[in-house]
């Protein structure tokens, strides 16, 4: 399952959880595996029906979007149990399991069974299991494909820009306090800083974002961003110019 990673976007963080699973399934997040960033993860499902997955993705503390994946794995999708020889004194048991592979499974049980009882040493009966079992080929069923992620409305995209000048942006505070804090430090060094109030419509938040300068290209903005990143130890993303809501 992979995280939709919305357009200009840099330096997320991706939180996974599991929202619901099989009532045997004893799944947790310690058994994922997740590519190098998390946006990606990878599962074996242990037991079958329906597991739904959510995955919160954040930049610089805005959340910029909630995705849900839900897999449903129907009965057979997991490879049945392997087969065990048996000895002959052992009884065969017929259940109404129906499945292809335990079918073609009886047939060759059943036709191992007649053999035994016709040789008469140990070791040519074992001989015979042993090739009956060889016999038995259970192929894993090949794994759903993945489900498309649902359509995601990036927190702040509907706010009003001006698409032909950039700023950079170093932190978001929730509380005003915090950012006028950040923006002073910045000022006395010499930073073109302000703060911007931003409304994210979609989750009814408000967020005081701290940025600097306004600049005509993003390459020029991105070569002014990586130099506040080495001086000033911060992280930095390059937005476009937005008109405060």
Known sequence: MNAHIPEDSDDLDYIWSIVNQ??????N???????????TVTFIPDKSGKYELEV????????????????????????????????????WVEDDRD????????????????????????????????EAVDVVIIEKAPPPPPPSPKPVIRPGSTIPKISERFTIQVASKKVLS???????G???????????????????????????GSYDSRETATQVAK??????GLSTWVDFVRYEE
């Open 99 to 130: 499945n292809k592979w335990f079918e073609e499974e009886e047939i060759i049980i059943e036709e191992t069974v007649q053999e035994i009882s016709e040789v008469t040493e140990v070791a040519e009966a074992i001989e015979v299991i042993e």
């Open 29 to 39: 997040l310690s058994a994922f595996d997740y590519s190098e960033n998390r946006s």
């Open 22 to 27: 099989p009532d045997a399934s004893l799944l």
């Open 186 to 212: 910045l000022i006395d060094n010499g930073y073109d800083a302000y703060i911007q109030k931003a409304y994210f419509k979609e989750t009814d938040e408000v967020w005081f974002r701290i940025r600097i």
């Open 178 to 184: 915090d950012a006028e804090i950040v923006a002073a």
């Open 227 to 232: 130099s506040i990143s080495k001086k000033r």
């Open 56 to 91: 919160n993705v954040f930049q610089y503390g805005d959340e910029l979007s909630v995705q849900t994946f839900i897999i449903d794995i129907e009965e057979g999708d997991t490879a049945p149990p392997p087969v065990e020889p048996v000895s002959k004194e052992e009884e």
